[in-house]
């Protein structure tokens, strides 16, 4: 079997749990329960949040055995450092342990569903849907924190010339990519969903924004062209795919970045229903 990042995060909890223990074991007194109740609290409360939930339920747990060791006078000069590293590694295992709780309620992908070509990663650095959703999140709870707008934007390239090869479809595909991480703003994070999926979290940007960054993005793409070794010529995209796009705005349209991305999907497909050709999406202002 495959290590995956859930092996990962799972194994970070399990380090976290352990140096806890470790931590903990030499305590006086009922210290080393006050710890041992700790991680459990935090592993099992944080999996029933996420990252961020996991850090806050972290950081009351090492609250809760601080003020312990303060009761039962073992607080000294003498155990900060021990209590420092104690905090610490609560704080890693209640976020691991919200990853991984996030990751685990997640539906398993269908087997059945028609799978396509892999994400055009690498093009200039595009994020995977994995991480790109823990990164939507983080910049939700920012723009939620200090009252800001936040954006979602996705454009599907449909390749509609099925004289293309794997290669030139590749190239295609990357394109449009290309042209999206080009096209944004310094502070904006492309990601992949999919080869034929790409999209943007765009920071600080309202309903207008999105809409005025995507019409430069399929403007630009539709005049551009890429190579078809195979078959021995150079093709324009708009002549070969149909592009669509959608977005969704923080909070309207959703507050997480699982209910972000949906939205933006349904947009997507509502705009491919009247998009011909690749050009500028359907603008409802």
Not at 63 to 78: M, Y
Not at 186 to 202: H, K, R, T, W, Y
Request: hydrophobic share 50%; proline share 5%.
């Amino acid at each position: 079997m495959a290590w995956t990042e859930r092996h990962s995060v799972a194994a970070t909890a399990l380090a976290a749990a352990g140096a806890a223990g470790v931590l903990g074991a030499g305590a006086p007194g009922a210290l080393p329960l006050v710890v041992l109740a700790a991680v459990l609290v935090t592993a099992v409360a944080a999996l029933a949040l996420d990252a961020f939930g996991g850090l806050v339920v972290g950081l009351a747990a090492a609250a809760a055995v601080t003020l312990a060791k303060q009761l039962g006078r073992a607080w000294t000069p003498d155990v900060f450092g021990e209590s420092l590293a104690t905090t610490a590694v609560l704080l890693l295992l209640g976020w691991s342990c919200g990853r991984l709780g996030r990751r685990l309620r997640q539906p398993p992908a269908d087997p059945g569903a028609p799978r396509g070509e892999e994400p055009a990663f690498g093009s200039l650095g595009l994020l995977t849907a994995e991480v790109a959703e823990t990164r939507i999140d983080e910049e939700v709870a920012r723009a939620g924190r200090h009252g800001r707008p936040l954006a979602v934007i996705l454009v599907r390239t449909v390749l509609t010339d099925d004289a293309l090869g794997p290669a030139a479809r590749t190239k295609a595909h990357r394109t449009v990519a290309r042209f999206l991480e080009t096209l944004l703003g310094e502070s904006d994070v492309p990601f992949a969903l999919a080869a034929d999926c790409v999209g943007a979290v765009l920071l600080e940007t309202d309903a207008d924004g999105a809409w005025d960054v995507l019409a430069s993005i399929l403007h630009s793409a539709a005049d551009a062209t890429f190579s078809d070794r195979e078959g021995g010529r150079r093709l324009r995209l708009a002549e070969t795919a149909d592009v669509a796009a959608g977005i969704a705005v923080f909070p309207e349209d959703g507050a997480d970045a699982r209910s972000l991305i949906d939205s933006a999907r349904r947009a997507l497909e509502a705009d491919a229903g009247h998009t011909p050709g690749a050009g500028a999406p359907q603008d409802p202002r």
